[in-house]
């Protein structure tokens, strides 16, 4: 697999698999919505903390400020777009922080897809200021507990909701996280 950096990525059983990582805008927008609807009821559950209807996703991509935040997606050769992450930063007292969430066509799921973009997401985080991202999601949500404890992350469950926070300080970030080079976003406050 080859993001749009260059940087050649495999991932197993997808040898040659070209995905690009762009950022979403509003030409992006048809495909953040296709994207959210083929979402299965369950997946929406996980992703949103409750099942989300069709006429919900598709009035809450139409009133999204794209300018907002920044959100980071994987496009495959045919131009569908099968993993998201989407980050708002935040000041939080003195700390400023990046709440973060992250969805994957089922077809690409268990792949690495989330833990790349959470990468590239945390040195958006790092560039905006933030000291560390902050997820929320449903607390049968399998593959974010996994991917939360592969990065270290600490998290918290609470009325059936895990509460996460991921350090991205500069001292935790291995190598590869330091070649990634984001370009200013604009971030709502």
Not at 102 to 116: E, I, M, N, Q, V
Request: charged share 25%; glycine share 6%; aromatic share 4%.
């Amino acid at each position: 697999m080859r993001f749009a950096s260059g940087r050649p990525h495999s991932i197993d059983g997808a040898p040659g698999t070209e995905l690009r990582l762009r950022t979403v805008g509003e030409q992006e927008r048809r495909e953040l919505l296709a994207h959210y609807l083929r979402l299965s009821a369950d997946d929406r559950r996980l992703r949103f903390l409750r099942v989300v209807p069709d006429e919900g996703l598709r009035a809450h991509v139409a009133a999204l400020d794209l300018n907002c935040g920044v959100r980071l997606a994987l496009f495959d050769s045919a131009g569908s777009l099968v993993a998201l992450a989407e980050g708002f930063c935040y000041a939080c007292g003195a700390r400023h922080e990046m709440e973060v969430a992250f969805s994957t066509d089922a077809p690409w799921r268990r792949l690495g897809l989330a833990k790349s973009l959470g990468s590239v997401m945390a040195a958006h985080a790092r560039a905006s200021g933030a000291q560390r991202m902050v997820l929320h999601c449903d607390a049968r949500n399998a593959a974010m507990r996994s991917l939360l404890s592969s990065v270290g992350a600490t998290s918290e469950i609470e009325e059936a909701e895990i509460n996460a926070v991921w350090s991205v300080a500069a001292s935790s970030t291995s190598t590869s996280d330091r070649s990634v080079r984001p370009s200013a976003a604009p971030v709502c406050r």
